[in-house]
């Protein structure tokens, strides 16, 4: 066929595409058929370029909108899972038929803690109060890992798509940005509007300051990154800023908490502090607080600060637990999900069970103005304390295993690697990283799609380069920047 034949055929299909949509809309009232294009282009790109479609997930995500069914448990975040969900079918499907992965990535040992991860999440799933609610949620877990862990580690072997995969969430999150912005200015920029103008895209002003501080540390890394011309760091900075204001404006506590945090973490890097000697610390602090706890307390409660719009008065409030309902929640939960634990110490009451079983565990003193008993209202908000109560002390530990893992692989890639724009991916990563799971003493969201996307495609990437950066030069996989 002639390149003249092909181009009439082309032209051909393009209108009787377009007048059968004409008409299936002015006759029988039906869209849907516009968007067929789309669907073949995606599906397309599954077949021959799925690292395209992992990009196109990350750019999705922070756009994504979540339906839920709550009396079913189960709800889904629309385009993104769906579109997981399809990058983990063709995963397992290519890795049953071919019986080829990378398995330099597969026997790594943060590789091994998934592995861990997985399996007691598989074996208390067996054992839970709500089969169908912890069938979905370890579904929900393997379609956010298997894409942006597995696959991610694959597709960031090439450096160029780390640098993709950073930069399209974050503009896509900018959007996002501006539209709470401008949402919130409607309402006055109040205290109590900041807790939701960042719907549908984010459930609540928390998960949305999770994303904000892990990007923004990200982001300020790039300006030291090496070889970008004053354009580039002129943008760079530019998008700093407009972060900086999202998380200021976001009124979001624990964001602030997290990165505050990695700051401290960081200042422990550039003095050279040993790794041993970070942990001896933390290990000091811990018994510190358990020692102490009644006097702790006891000062605690004397701070009667109520979260405010006033930045001053909103930072003193983090420590009120008189009397913030915020604080006064997280402690309710906290005390519920202890109780469930003792319960069920071993294997818990089921993954993803724990916001339709801590109801009757609340005590009335210990209840709020925002307590619930429908499960209507979030979960244990804490990444160590919901696994605790709902796959008893192990699922709890493999957590505390993962960030210490996490913690101690970017440190060891940041000493070890030969180029200088490697070091500052690992270190910009482990201390993004370092500052979700300090947020996660707080809250956790890694049963949602805005955040898991961030965290198991940053560990991927800490992988990838602990593999193949913190070697001779001719190991390294890289592309044009």
Known sequence: MTEKAKILWLYLAAAVFLAANFYFVIH??????????IVLGVLLLYVFSLDKVLMLITFVTPLSVGVTDLEAGLGVSLPGEPLMFGVMLLFFTKLIYDGKY???????????????????????????????VSIKYLLSRLWFVVPFFFVGALVFKRTAYIHWYFWLYNVSLIFVIVYTIANHATYGFTNESANWVM???????????????????????????PGLSTMKRTLIATMIFIL?????????????????????????????IKFKWIISVVVVLVAFLVTFQHEILDTLEKNKQDSSADFVEHVQSIYNISSDASNLERINRWQ????????????????????FVY????????KTIISTNSGDKGNAHSEFIGPLAEMGLFGMLIV???????????????????????????LTVTLALFSYFIHGLLNNFLDTDKLSVPVWGFIAILVVLDIYHTETPETVTETTD
Do not use: C
Not at 336 to 355: D, H, K, V
């Open 28 to 37: 029988k009232d039906v869209y849907w058929l516009f968007a067929l294009p």
């Open 102 to 132: 990378d398995w330099k990535i597969a026997r790594h040992p943060m590789s091994f803690v998934i592995y861990m991860m997985f399996f007691w999440m598989l074996i208390t799933t067996a054992t839970s109060e709500i089969p169908i």
């Open 199 to 225: 719907s549908p895209f984010y459930n609540d002003h928390t998960a949305y300051g999770a994303a904000l501080a892990m990007y923004l540390i990200v982001t300020v890394g790039y300006l030291f990154y």
């Open 244 to 272: 900086v204001v999202a998380i200021l404006f976001s009124l979001s506590r624990a964001a602030w908490i997290s990165i505050a945090a990695s700051l401290l973490v960081l200042l422990a890097v550039l003095l050279k």
């Open 336 to 355: 519920s999900a202890i109780r469930l634990y003792e319960e069920r110490p071993f294997f818990g009451w089921g993954p993803g069970t724990y916001q």
């Open 359 to 366: 109801g009757p565990l609340q005590r009335s003193k210990e």
């Open 400 to 426: 505390m295993l993962l960030v210490i893992l996490i913690v101690y692989t970017g440190l060891k890639v940041h000493k070890r690697a030969k180029e200088k724009r490697v070091r500052i991916i690992a």
